[in-house]
Structures are given as structure tokens and as C-alpha cells.
């Protein structure tokens, strides 16, 4: 871990002046807390206690609001709102009650998987942005320039943390974090 939860206090404060309330997609699968089990099995379990929502020290997480009951109340990161920051604590597995998330190591917080949209990327059209890589918690562990000099994410390191989505300055954005169900194949911007 190259940032302490200190050193990400600044970047938290921006968050909380970036988010609109923006309506839930009930049909895309949402991201979930880091730590949770699979999706249908995370549904089942959930209690809807909202313990984690409230521990979560940057307001990263909120409610989802869907008509499906199986998914309406429970807990989603939407990272083009707010982002997860990975805090040192990691509140949110251990305030859960009900083992719908569970403690795991940082490095191995697997929210999602963040990728690249070359050709919305700034890059494409020769600026020097590297907003997505200079603020990622995990630095070249997670992301970097490859050789061409195009955004690359290591799928084996990327926790997605949602980030690099958050900050990314392009409409639409050219990096967003989708749910591993729904990941690439690695040429589209991620790599082994
Ligand atoms: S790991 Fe920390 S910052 Fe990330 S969602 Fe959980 S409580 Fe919030
Ligand atoms: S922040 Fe967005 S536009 Fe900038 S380099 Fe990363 S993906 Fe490209």
C-alpha cells in the first residue's frame, strides 16, 4: 500500500463535493462493498442493516434504490459519485453483521475491474493525462502507461476501487470499473 489513509483525507473531501443523486441502473449488476460474497449469494445474506454504509469513513457507499426487492436497501458503490478510498480500517467488512461481506486483505479487495476506453481517453489525442493513474491507491501495482504510452490496468492488481473513474476528466468516462462478471478480454484496456 503506497497511501495512507491520511494521505487520502484531500482526495475524500473532493469526493464529497462531486456527488449528484443520480438514479440506480436496476438492471446492470451493481458493485458491491469490497469483501462480498457473489452477488446471489450476497442478496441472500444481506440484512440490509446499513451498518456498513454508516461506517464507511468517506460516505462511499449508499443504499441501492431498485424494484427489485432482491436488491432494493442493499449496499453498491457507484463510483463515478464517490469512490472507495480502501481505508486502513477497512470499517465496512467488519461492521457487516451478517457475513454478506467479509474481511480480506487490501491487496486482495476485488470490487470490480477497471477499464479503459481508448478512444475517449485524452491520451488518444496526444494531452498528457494521467489523472487515472496519479491518483490510484495502488499506483503501478494497479496501473500505468504501457509501452505506446495508453493506459493499462493490471487485472491482477486493480481492486476496483473506483478511483480512477471518479477523477478521469472526459464525458463519458474513459475508465470505469465494471463488475468482474462483465470484465473484457484484456485487450480492451486491462492486463493479466
Ligand atoms: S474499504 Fe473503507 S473506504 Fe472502502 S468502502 Fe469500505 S469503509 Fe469505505
Ligand atoms: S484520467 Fe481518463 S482521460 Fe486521463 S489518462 Fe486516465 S483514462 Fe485517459
Not at 11 to 28: F, H, I, V, Y
Not at 33 to 58: D, I, K, N, Q, Y
Not at 114 to 143: N, T, Y
Amino acid at each position: 500500500m503506497s497511501r495512507s489513509v491520511r494521505d487520502r483525507l484531500p482526495l475524500a473531501a473532493g469526493l464529497l463535493l462531486r456527488r449528484p443523486s443520480a438514479p440506480t441502473n436496476a438492471a446492470a449488476p451493481p458493485l458491491r462493498p469490497p469483501g462480498a460474497l457473489p452477488e446471489a449469494e450476497f442478496v441472500a445474506t444481506c440484512e440490509r442493516s446499513g451498518h456498513c454504509v454508516a461506517a464507511c469513513p468517506v460516505q462511499a457507499l449508499v443504499a441501492l434504490r431498485s424494484a427489485d426487492p432482491r436488491r432494493d436497501g442493499t449496499p453498491q458503490l457507484i463510483p463515478s459519485q464517490r469512490a472507495c478510498v480502501l481505508c486502513d480500517d477497512l470499517s465496512c467488512m467488519k461492521a457487516c453483521p451478517s457475513g454478506a461481506l467479509s474481511l480480506v486483505p487490501r491487496a486482495a479487495i476485488r470490487i470490480g475491474l477497471a477499464v479503459v476506453h481508448h478512444d475517449d481517453c485524452r491520451r488518444s489525442v496526444g494531452e498528457p493525462c494521467r489523472e487515472c493513474i496519479d491518483r490510484c491507491p495502488l499506483q503501478a501495482e494497479a496501473i500505468s502507461l504501457d509501452a505506446q504510452g495508453r493506459v493499462a490496468v493490471r487485472a491482477d492488481g486493480c481492486t476496483g476501487c473506483g478511483v480512477c473513474e471518479l477523477y478521469c476528466p472526459t464525458a463519458p468516462r474513459a475508465i470505469t470499473v465494471l463488475p468482474l462478471a462483465q470484465r473484457p478480454a484484456p485487450d480492451h484496456g486491462s492486463s493479466p
